[in-house]
């Protein structure tokens, strides 16, 4: 037995298993520097796939014995709020996915830095996942993020969720600006996907196209890829399209763009020259409305008064000159009379 290390005490990993009471006395005389041990043995096994005595296949080996009895309820499992971790080395597991991704074009000096779990990335961008059209896209919100303004919520009218979209038109980028195609192009992905989970039932959109400089204003590639890429249900749901201070240019923009544009949608636009106009159609207690916008307001109202003023004042004047060349020719008429 001296070979199964029962009395064996060098510093060896204890490879037996201690049954001898806490206080090393025990029945038999055995002193408590002999204490009993039990060694767990394996029992000899025949890797052999055959069913003679002793294989993995043999019923001896199948049979479960009768004192073992095991209640699968009081095993301990991990529950769904558990979470395994593997340790390799102190290295974690990174599972890689294989999926395709579509997004935006890689803007300059962008890299292709790793994204972690806020978005982030190694060269500081911070992109946002979204789904449009069954598709995923990648936004890139750093180089947007001076530009989110330019869609908010506008609150609810009438009955139900009927959201009210601002698109304030004057938040958009210069074309003059670096990197304005790439900007456009995330910037697209964002109103798109914003507007998918803004709405919830019907809607309308405001149209903010006062203080806009002609640089700002899209182009017609842009908003046909926005009509294409909006789904069936968002513009069967726009019940109306509302453009504030519309120019010729923008109302240009809308005649070329008949080739791609239904019938039924061009149904929807209207227009309204001030935003008093614009609060007898839409509620504006959650509308905002960006603050050049209201001073080209008050200054297009301005220079209205001042031009019905100026309009009246020479009605006037045309009236007194009427009836002066008027008394001026009367007299003459009755000296003709006299004469005759």
Known sequence: MDSCGLTDHRGWPPNSLNVSPPGG???????SSHRKRRT???????????????SLLSDDFLDTPDDLDINIDDIDTPDETDSLEFITNGNELEWEDDTPVASAKAGPCDGSGD???EGNTNNGRLWRTVIIGEQEHRIDMQVIRPYVRVITHGGYYGEGLNAIIVFSACYLPDSSCPDYHYIMENLFLYVVSSLEMLVAEDYLIIYMNGATPRSKMPGISWLKKCYQMIDRRLRKNLKSLVIAHPTWFIRTVLAISRPFISVKFMNKIQYVHSLDELAEIVPMEHVHVPECVVQFDEERIKARKERMEQESRQQEQQAVQEETVKKSVRPKSMIVDKGL
């Open 25 to 31: 006395g025990g029945g038999g005389g055995v002193s």
């Open 40 to 54: 767990l043995l394996a029992p000899d096994m025949n890797l052999s796939l055959d069913h003679s005595e002793g």
């Open 115 to 117: 994204v972690d779990e």
